[in-house]
């Protein structure tokens, strides 16, 4: 049971820790940076773009059109690498589009600084019309937030009219990146895979217990669900302090970053 | 010290029916040492209090008026505890002006339902802070559903944390009173106000002794 490592991104969230003897209760702030959009130069950016160039090697064959990012638990960085991802497929030039379907706990709304009005749950419910869903957040990129809570998110992600909504998508755009919940919480990411060309899994080098990205994996083999490939997150640079790697960083920056000031 | 929460205003809300209940409730909060108090009257449609802000104003020049004629040397200003409903466009209110934030600032007094959590918990920071509002969360100790994870989680995305000092004192509910202990053995606690209606008093004296082993100030100032 494995998956080919396709990315590998380093360490560098903010985290705002609060101590309770010697317990730690850390909350993050679930407020994304699109690295990729922010700072096109930095090494970060370049990991993305490894990522993407990755992606387009596997899909050689066949059209990688739609495509799911997921992860064993929460909060390993699905939404980061879908956003920063998508960010390096827009700069490409391509058209794209990002839906939330993670409809218990929605977040990428978040990264553009938009509400959470008049998503899909709203047209799925009959609410919105397909054209007052899709929102134009930034240059080449559209969003499809989640909007309203829906109480029954399998029966809703399992329905015809998603996928019809999907189908009819991909004639309009390039690249579809499909956020869902992570895979070991709820089954939801097992259903919004029929809509989808490959899963991209996310787990994060630091946090995801080892159990966990196994379990996640035989989880997408028994449901019959295609892994692109893994991406690691919060790769703690352990290499920080090898010679080969600080004389990577500095190579880069000397010739193709821009001076220094992305060093993350 | 500010007491950033209070229901003082006379004739706002279940606070304070009178004038003279009122100005006795700022004397006793004098008495102890404070120094400034926000009044913070509700902002409750479904139990009947839905003031309008220019009502409250008039209100509020009228009892700091006779709170100066007094010379009762308490510096007064005015917010309002909103009650958050997800019907209601609780932050287009605010926007327009309906609703009070603190004496001025971005921040927010929000309660909520006791038995029924609203169903965007995690999105209310971020959705206030989409219009420049910081929220501050009235009595966070009082409410079953809202554990102290998901407080921290509001804590890191901008929040503010307000506790009752009624809470810790003996006699109140028990689980309150273990929340609220717990919330500042965590440091997640911003501010201690009185909450003080007609018919709960705040014994400020006892409760700042219930506080004088967490280091830091729960009277700041709003600003």
């Known amino acids: ?264 | 010290m500010t007491d950033i929460h209070a229901h003082i205003l006379p004739d706002a809300d279940d606070g304070s029916s009178s004038l003279e209940s009122s100005l006795a409730m700022l004397e006793r909060e004098v008495a102890f040492g404070i120094t400034d108090v926000v009044l913070t009257p509700h902002y409750h449609p479904r139990r009947g209090y839905a003031k309008t802000a220019a009502e409250l104003k008039e209100l509020f020049a009228a009892f700091a008026e006779e709170v100066a004629a007094r010379g009762i040397p308490a510096g007064l200003s005015l917010g309002q505890e909103i009650c958050y409903g997800e019907r209601e466009d609780v932050v287009g209110m605010l926007d327009r002006g309906e609703l009070l934030t603190m004496n001025g600032t971005n921040k927010v007094l929000l309660e909520f339902s006791v038995s029924r959590p609203p169903d965007d918990i995690s999105e209310i920071a971020y959705k206030f802070s989409l219009h420049g509002y910081k929220v501050i969360l009235a009595h966070a100790e009082i409410y079953p559903w809202l554990d102290l994870k998901t407080i921290a989680s509001m804590k890191a995305e901008g929040c503010f944390v307000q506790i009752n000092g009624g809470s810790l004192l003996r006699g109140s509910a028990g689980a309150a009173k273990r929340r609220a202990k717990a919330l500042l053995k965590d440091a997640l606690v911003d501010w201690v106000a009185s909450d003080i209606h007609s018919f709960r008093p705040c014994d400020w004296g006892k409760v700042r002794e219930k506080l004088r082993k967490y280091p830091a100030d729960f009277f700041g100032k709003i600003g």
């Open chain 1, 1 to 264: 049971m494995t998956a080919n490592l396709i990315g590998k991104l380093r360490r560098g969230r903010a985290k705002v820790e609060y101590m309770k003897k010697d317990k730690k209760r850390v909350a993050q702030n679930p407020g994304y940076r699109i690295v990729s959009m922010e700072n096109p130069l930095s090494p970060a950016a370049e990991a993305f773009r490894r990522l993407k160039v990755s992606l387009d090697f596997l899909g050689v064959d066949e059209k990688l059109q739609v495509m799911q990012v997921c992860s064993a638990v929460q909060g390993e960085g699905k939404t980061t690498v879908l956003l920063n991802l998508g960010a390096i497929y827009a700069e490409d030039g391509k058209k794209v589009l990002f839906i939330d379907l993670d409809l218990r706990r929605p977040r990428l709304h978040r990264a553009f600084k938009i509400e959470n009005k008049l998503g899909i749950a709203d047209y799925l419910a009959g609410y919105a019309k397909a054209e007052e869903i899709v929102k134009h957040v930034s240059a080449n990129i559209d969003l499809i937030n989640c909007g309203i809570k829906a109480p029954y998110p399998t029966s809703v992600l399992g329905s015809q009219q998603l996928k019809n909504l999907v189908e009819d998508m991909r004639g309009r755009y390039d690249i579809i990146l499909i956020d869902c919940p992570p895979v070991l919480t709820v089954t939801d990411a097992c259903i919004t895979s029929r809509l989808t060309d490959g899963t991209i899994f996310v787990v994060s080098a630091s946090t995801t217990e080892k159990a966990a990205a196994k379990e996640a994996v035989s989880v997408f083999r028994q449901n019959n669900i295609r892994i692109l490939g893994c991406v690691m997150t919060e790769v703690s640079c352990g290499l920080r302090g090898s010679f080969y790697y600080n004389n990577t960083l500095k190579y880069y920056n000397a010739n193709y970053g821009d001076g220094g000031t992305a060093g993350n």
